[in-house]
């Protein structure tokens, strides 16, 4: 396979220390790679390296003559805001060949699902789901060989979602993806680079099985380093042993043995096997159960998106207790937002909709997922103190979460989103609510946060209302489910029969199917088989991932058929 792209020994340093140091690798044609690794680990700034926004410390980065590389960024620049989305893919062409070549982004913008009035919509105005198609078109305007595609997974609802892994399944280019959703990695990748303790770690496996062999590997070495360490421990106890016996005896040969085996327990230090220094924050929420029968209630009433405005969904009647963790779905833009900002505008201001009740003695927390809860002058210190009054026991919760004490009095407004996230969930963990409320939290926490939400979750002993479109944590946190479709709310108690019905109301048509290149893809008689077998092994996986005694083998057995049947027709 060709060479794409080589890097040598890179380095990139910040204010804060050296960010990574000696990462050498090479990209070739096929390789399709998930970039893993914790928050602030330098993920975003690699990218950025390999594709000359910045400038590493130290090293270089080649790319072939014959490679095009094109990076797919996090957000829409603000300069392309005013303009339309057929305007913004326009945009990165030369001048003089946007009017030669419009036909080719209206083909671009066809290809993956927009329609002819789609393409005069306002680059401002547009969804999540939008934004992610729109800076790939933006991208692919090139016909790159090279992706570089940085955490577009993000603020994507399940149709959009699935609309991704479909187009990088089918892309024939090479590509970098940066996510923390492992679902999307193990569809789409043949490889990973996991980036940590400043280094990278690469394995020709998919997520799952790339973490998997890290992990075993982190288990060796600690075997190594404690066999390792016996040794060392050993040679240091001979070397005093005959240091006391060479001064109590007058012993230069005695003496002299001591010196050289000190020296051989300074060799042993030196070549001793690395551990990893691990994860510097482990999420916990902490909640108070209340005794009563409901801590909300909500009876006959509309959910507007604003005070004033029409209702985007009525609610029926339902009601929330400790115990119950409710996940809120539906697509993005049906209200399941504006149903939080309106629990907690009754909790902040004066309460205006009669239809919904509050116990008088729930405490709240809100996670919002636009993170304005952090007020952006406030230092990292006093940004937690509507959390926890005692300075102490914030500077502690601060420094356990991996922000040392010398960024203690470092602006809000500096850090980054995944670091921002995280100082909202050390907030949520200094203090103990009867309910809690959580807009997309996991928007910027990496896997392992994801992970340890889910488990924290499971254990959370008051109320939760989550607004998730992550598969997993829904599945493994929730059990009980509010489905918001045709401006209605209706009560489910399955995951799978829930996204089942997604899938079933999205419809997922071959219109929105992924563009291979810039020409339009051609409709299949087989794609609509071929959607329904990703469909049913995505829900076997997740099924089969659960613990044994949460698993459903009937259902298990009714998909395995299904698939076979699927098989046999294509």
């Not at 040794?231 to 003496?255: F, M, P, Q």
């Not at 990292?380 to 960024?407: C, H, T, V, Y």
């Amino acid at each position: 396979m060709s060479t794409l792209l080589t890097a040598q020994s890179l380095r990139v340093d910040t204010a804060f220390g050296t960010l990574f140091d000696s990462l050498s690798f090479t990209l070739k044609k096929g390789d399709r790679i998930g970039l893993l690794g914790d928050n602030g680990c330098g993920k975003s700034t690699l990218l950025k390296v390999l594709d000359g926004t910045d400038s590493p410390a130290a090293g270089t980065v080649a790319l072939a003559g014959h490679c095009l590389m094109a990076r797919v960024e996090q957000h829409l620049p603000d300069a392309i805001f005013p303009l339309t989305m057929l305007d913004a893919v326009l945009a990165q062409l030369p001048s003089t060949e946007r009017d030669s070549l419009r036909w080719k982004a209206e083909t671009l913008l066809a290809s993956m699902g927009f329609t002819p009035q789609d393409m005069l919509l306002q680059s401002s105005t547009l969804s999540g789901g939008q934004h992610t198609r729109l800076l790939l078109a933006r991208a692919l305007i090139h016909e790159p060989d090279l992706l570089l595609l940085d955490e577009p997974s993000n603020h994507l609802d399940l149709p959009t979602m699935l609309w991704l892994e479909y187009f990088l399944q089918n892309w024939s280019g090479s590509f970098v993806l940066v996510s923390h959703d492992r679902q999307l990695l193990d569809a789409v990748t043949n490889g990973s680079w996991i980036l940590r303790d400043k280094t990278l770690h690469y394995f020709a496996l998919p997520c799952t099985a790339a973490r998997q062999a890290l992990d075993a590997k982190d288990e060796s070495d600690a075997q190594r380093h404690k066999a390792e360490q016996k040794e060392i421990d050993r040679v240091t106890a001979s070397a005093k042993r005959l240091a006391t016996w060479g001064k109590v005896y007058d012993n230069e040969d005695l003496a002299r043995k001591a010196k050289q085996m000190e020296k051989q327990v300074e060799r042993l230090k030196e070549s001793q096997t690395a551990l990893t220094a691990g994860s510097p924050w482990t999420l916990t929420l902490r909640g108070d159960a209340l005794r009563a029968d409901r801590l909300l209630e909500m009876e006959n009433i509309g959910v507007p998106p604003a005070p004033g405005l029409p209702p985007l969904f009525n609610i029926e009647t339902t009601r929330l207790k400790s115990g119950d963790r409710v996940a809120i779905v539906g697509r993005n833009g049906c209200g399941k937002s504006s149903l939080m900002k309106l629990i907690w505008r009754h909790f902040t201001d004066e309460p205006a909709e009669s239809g919904l009740k509050i116990h008088p003695r729930v405490s709240p927390g809100y996670y919002d997922q636009t993170l304005h809860q952090l007020t952006d002058n406030a230092t990292l210190l006093d940004a937690l103190e509507p959390f926890a009054p005692d300075p102490q026991n914030r500077k502690m919760a601060l420094i356990s979460a991996g922000f040392p004490w010398s960024r203690h009095g470092q602006k809000v407004s500096t850090l980054s989103g995944g670091e921002r996230s995280r100082l909202l969930f050390v907030g949520l963990t200094l203090a103990r609510y009867s309910l809690l409320m959580l807009d997309e939290p996991t928007n910027h926490l990496d896997m392992e946060g994801k992970e340890a939400l889910a488990q924290t979750l499971q254990q959370f002993e008051g109320g939760v209302l989550l607004v998730s479109h992550d598969r997993q944590l829904i599945s493994q946190s929730c059990n009980r489910f509010w489905l918001i479709e045709e401006e209605k709310l209706s009560e489910w108690h399955d995951a799978e029969a829930v996204f089942e019905r997604l899938r079933e109301s999205a419809g997922l048509v071959t219109s929105t199917a992924p563009a291979i290149t810039a020409s339009a893809v051609q409709s299949s008689p087989y794609d609509d088989l071929l959607e329904r077998l990703v469909a049913l092994e995505t829900l076997l996986e997740d099924d089969l991932a659960r613990k044994p005694k949460h698993q459903k083998p009937q259902l298990q057995a009714q998909w395995r058929k299904e698939i076979k049947e699927i098989e046999a027709q294509l």
